[in-house]
């Protein structure tokens, strides 16, 4: 047995090398056997989030007033031990489920101070100076409705894609240190196993350049590459049914060419006498009668009209308006103890002298203008 590897010495050494694959990649081997999603469920895995993750960037952009911007995905296979010893703690972790068009759930995980600046710009805040702040229920709600309008536009745009409606569930969302076991921080139960792992480059304004996950069960992940697949197939049209050859022309014998009929002259039609004659319309009733005058201004005898009366006019300049102040004496283009306008409803109608009734003015009329 001299030179032969025992079989603990295989395995130590397979398991070395599945150490150094590391875990970022999309295309290495999970430990203990095959990678459970070929290439091409990777691709189309990252090709939908992609897509809905465009439509949330724009969401979560409208919501802040702030430019977001989340990169092309990275998806793997991970498992717990990849996640508590790669990212950051303590973190948020925002489950979301399925409620209609697909069956499964996925967990959101956003950095703490992420959170923390996310939900100060949606409380009207700077998103500066969050990290001497501790994160409250108050961020929590507040982190899972900007996430619930977030999932929900990419709901909206996975329906889009799958052609069918896809809808969620509030999320709800929970600190985790990341040090306690999956039944200790009350998570879901896939991520016990391996579990899919979908990392964008989260990025808003100058506040934050850092990391979004997504994680969900392998089945899920199937079951979302199979609709995606059904839907692409349907769209693609059907091959066109081929044609029948044409048949080959036979000869014929050629045939004296018929002169071409020549087109027959359209006889003039006789012109018929046309009768014109001016309209007649009946002449106005000028022998109105007067009681019937004086009925119809009856009816608007009650309507109120705004009389004026105008003392005089003037002319000046904007430099000169712009100069008033209290005790400005303004002169007018009306002479002492001539006689003042009065106007109705705009239109000049008299003339008249200003006149003391007890103690308010008044105007004696002295002219009617007709």
Not at 125 to 136: M, N
Not at 337 to 355: H, Q, S
Request: proline share 6%.
């Amino acid at each position: 047995m001299d030179g032969m590897l025992s079989q603990e010495e295989i395995n130590a050494l397979l398991g070395g090398m599945g150490e150094d694959s590391g875990s970022d990649s999309s295309d290495t081997q999970t430990l203990g056997g095959a990678d459970p999603l070929s290439g091409e469920e990777k691709d189309a895995i990252g090709e939908i989030s992609n897509i809905s993750m465009g439509t949330a960037a724009t969401t979560l952009s409208t919501l802040l007033n702030q430019r977001v911007n989340i990169t092309t995905p990275n998806v793997s296979i991970a498992n717990w031990d990849d996640i508590s010893q790669s990212y950051d703690r303590p973190c948020v972790f925002i489950q979301i489920s399925y409620i209609e068009g697909l069956d499964g759930n996925n967990i959101l995980i956003l950095r703490e101070k992420d959170v923390k600046i996310i939900t100060d710009l949606m409380m009207g805040g700077s998103g500066t100076d969050v990290d001497a702040t501790e994160l409250t229920e108050l961020h929590l709600s507040a982190i899972c409705e900007a996430m619930n309008q977030m999932m929900g536009s990419a709901a909206t745009s996975i329906s889009s894609v799958l052609e069918k409606k896809v809808d969620i569930s509030p999320p709800t969302a929970s600190l985790i240190d990341l040090e306690g076991t999956i039944d200790e921080e009350g998570l879901g139960d896939f991520l016990k196993g391996q579990f899919v792992k979908v990392a964008f480059r989260l990025e808003i304004g100058t506040l934050i350049d850092s990391e979004l996950m997504q994680l969900y069960p392998i089945d899920f992940a199937k079951e979302l590459y199979s609709k995606f697949m059904s839907s692409t197939e349907t769209e693609q049209p059907a091959p066109a049914a081929q044609q029948p050859a044409a048949p080959t022309p036979q000869p014929v014998a050629q045939q004296p060419t018929a002169p071409a009929p020549q087109p027959m002259p359209t006889p003039a039609m006789p012109s018929q006498p046309v009768n014109v004659a001016p309209a007649q319309f009946q002449a106005f009733d000028t022998n109105i009668n007067p009681l019937m005058q004086q009925e119809n201004i009856g009816l608007i005898m009650d309507v109120p009209l705004e009389v004026t009366v105008e003392l005089g006019r003037t002319n000046k300049t904007i430099k000169e308006i712009l100069d008033f102040s209290p005790g400005t004496i303004i002169e007018l283009n009306k002479l002492a103890g001539e006689a003042i306008d009065l106007l109705v409803n705009g239109k000049y109608v008299a003339k008249g002298e200003v006149v003391v009734i007890e103690d308010n003015f008044g105007i004696r009329i002295t002219e009617i203008v007709k």
